[in-house]
């Protein structure tokens, strides 16, 4: 606690960088305390990260995934957002500057700014092989999914024809096994009578995963349930495999010894992730305050060590002691890590003690296609249908507003029944089929 | 009729260009005639345009209102969809070109491709002041008037302030005064506790209209009626007012004799039109088959005058010939015509006698923020609530497929109860507050 907290009557400043899960929290867990809260996003709307996979797909718009900021806190009246794009921070002045020239003075600072793709030194994949990250990440991929059926039914040599109904996705982690079982779904049936040139079910998804199995963080009996699922839907799994190349053309992959290729017009990235640059921003020089992937160490209060004031939380964190294993990159670890720092700045704030962080584990879940997905709540490990509804009832009732659970609840029911997927628009400036 | 009509056993070709919603109800109607059909568009899917504003203004999503051509059209056997440009009409030889090299023979011809906006001979307008015609043109004016209010929120200085709170509307057509209406609810009601340095309510609108009353088309009652909803709503009309220049400042402006000067940051276009490209190549050279415009000037029949094997429709074709005046550019026109010309090829074919097109106006409408709006149907001219009502049924009803109504529907419902419009992100490229 500095002079400034106990002797003037100015209310402490809190800042948070980051409306994700984390940030967003923290802000909503700071409601009725007397601190002033300052929220600064590069965006104006919180984005439901587990559900950006449908909006890739066509299957939700990006308004159903994402909520406005200030619709969210309007209430809120200790809080003000600014939209704006943080350049760097001075934790000896404690202000957080922003693009532009202002200044934000804080108190206690709050950082969650998570993670973006990384292709392992290749950031000349990025192009060929977008990742999802962003609602225009999300779009880019709707549209080369979509073009490259187009494209197919207009080209006429058929080895061509086949590498254009060539899927190829790297990385067998939630957002690769949900994106190949949409996109098989979309071959399968959304698509099936669409086309006279093309028979969409010819379309090969193949998942590529370095690992031994898909979804290394569940248990070994549910990445094998999710492997058969996705076998079931014609996705071919390729296990062990470690893309060395990847063209406009398609991918090459080291597989026990040998070295094969697949082409491919359509390649996705759900592979590897690297910590947004306000890791580097807090390390000040220290990369041994950084782990490999650039994410910040913490101590067990989530503090940077050295700075009592600086709270990371989310992807962006590196928390590593509760089992001694880091923390997962997924919703539920930020969302605890938010509301927890904003906890512990009220209880110090009032002299209190606090303890460390420790994440209560609700379980993992992944949806493969429609009435499949894997869970594994509290230990209750299950597959297949009974996982896939609560896959669905979760989801729904964590979209942050109540439209949105309408939206996507009306889409899903509508989707189930007709398996259309009215959001599947060729939009952005490439919308034709390519001649090459 | 030709010889390969009547006597080949191959199925006489119809290729229509545009699936908008000429072409569309064009190839519905040619569902069970023995031709073969083939839907050339550049872009996937059908744009309901009278409510893209919606999708301007952040109450829907681009989704909400555009349909798959694929899905709208996957059981009708005898049509192929071919996404393409056209580049060429070679009306001697009977083949559509497509970019890319490919030719599309054809027996008859159907061309709707609309206009898109027009700024009288100031092209370099169009970044300032963008039009509304297309969804990227819907996201950009989205984007932009989303991004006004926050850039409003970060100005200190309150001159600038206001500018970034000021939007002018050009032309007070259906779209602009649709567009103004939507702006005054958003500064009035749906940002109304959203900011914390700026009140949203002080927000301007102003509609810049050339003649002496919006809504030109409409009968007179009708248009005071629009005006007066648009006044209770705070926007500004400026009738026999001309736009004289347009920079990223402002707008000038003459009106009686004397030019005034608006400081605005937000400037939309809802004024002129010109016909696409398509006119002219139709035209093949003959600037005296198209009008001012470059709409092309059609027989009774909506064929061009030497080529009974073209038929043009919707907003691109200008026909007169039932009263002398010309057709308005709406949506119930190019339907008409559309079926007519399906229907028209099939008596040909029969060798059936046709009677010339004739319009049956069905009506005209727009609506004017929550509650209010403009009706002319069958001669029984009404506003207010129960035209609103009306308008709103209508549209729903209008909707091609059944998921857009439904999804459409749960959000004006919930629009009409909270006032929020979830669909207002902020995407693309440029989404930061902008500083000057």
Redo the contacts between chains.
């Keep these: 606690m500095t002079e400034r907290d106990q002797q003037t009557s100015l209310p402490t400043r809190v800042v948070i960088i980051g409306g994700g899960f984390g940030g967003l929290n923290a802000a909503q867990a700071l409601k009725s305390a007397n601190v002033q809260v300052t929220l600064i996003d590069?965006?104006?709307?919180h984005l439901f990260q587990p559900l950006l996979y449908q909006v890739a797909t066509g299957g939700l718009?990006?308004?159903?995934v994402?909520?406005?900021l200030?619709?969210i806190l309007?209430?809120q009246k200790n809080t003000?957002?600014?939209?704006?794009?943080v350049t760097g921070i001075d934790r000896a002045r404690q202000e957080v500057h922003l693009?532009?020239?202002?200044c934000v003075p804080y108190d206690h600072l709050i950082v969650g700014t998570g993670v973006r793709h990384h292709y392992f030194g290749h950031d000349d994949w990025s192009d060929i092989a977008p990742g999802l990250k962003t609602?225009?990440d999300a779009l880019d991929i709707r549209t080369r999914i979509?073009l490259a059926f187009?494209t197919a039914?207009?080209e006429p040599d058929p080895i061509k024809q086949q590498e254009w109904l060539t899927f190829v996705l790297v990385g067998g982690g939630p957002t690769g096994v949900e994106l190949a079982g949409a996109l098989a779904e979309i071959a399968n049936e959304t698509?099936r009578?669409?086309?006279?040139?093309i028979d969409p079910r010819r379309a090969r998804i193949i998942l590529i995963e370095g690992n031994d199995r898909v979804l290394t963080s569940y248990p070994p009996k549910l990445s094998a349930a999710a492997r058969r699922s996705l076998h079931r839907l014609g996705v071919i799994v390729m296990t062990e495999s470690l893309v060395t190349s990847v063209d406009d053309r398609g991918v090459e992959f080291k597989s026990k010894e040998s070295t094969q290729r697949i082409d491919a017009r359509t390649v996705l990235w759900a592979a590897g992730v690297r910590a947004s640059s306000m890791g580097r921003i807090l390390a000040e020089g220290n990369d041994k305050s950084l782990d490999r992937s650039g994410r910040v160490l913490v101590d067990p209060f989530l503090n940077l060590p050295d700075d009592q004031r600086v709270y990371v939380i989310g992807d962006l964190a590196m928390f590593t002691h509760q089992t001694g294993q880091p923390l997962a990159g997924v919703a539920a670890v930020a969302i605890q890590q938010g509301k927890y720092a904003a906890k512990t700045i009220i209880a110090r704030l009032a002299g209190k003690a606090v303890k460390p962080f420790r994440y209560s584990f609700p379980g993992d879940m992944a949806t493969i296609g429609r009435n499949h997905a894997v869970a594994d709540i509290k230990g209750f490990r299950y597959s297949g249908f009974l996982a896939w509804i609560s896959w669905v009832f979760l989801h729904l009732m964590k979209l942050v507003?109540f439209?949105?659970r309408?939206?996507v609840f009306?889409?899903w029911v509508?989707y189930y029944i007709?398996h259309?997927r009215?959001?599947?628009?060729?939009?952005?400036e490439h919308?034709?089929?390519i001649?090459d």
Excluded at 42 to 45: L, S, T
Excluded at 422 to 428: D, N, Y
């Design positions: 590069r965006r104006n709307f718009s990006p308004a159903d994402s909520s406005p200030r619709a309007k209430h003000a957002i600014v939209l704006a794009e693009r532009g020239g202002d609602i225009e979509f187009e039914e207009r698509l009578k669409d086309f006279r040139q507003e439209d949105n309408l939206l009306v889409q509508w007709t259309n009215g959001a599947r628009l060729i939009t952005g919308r034709l089929p001649r």
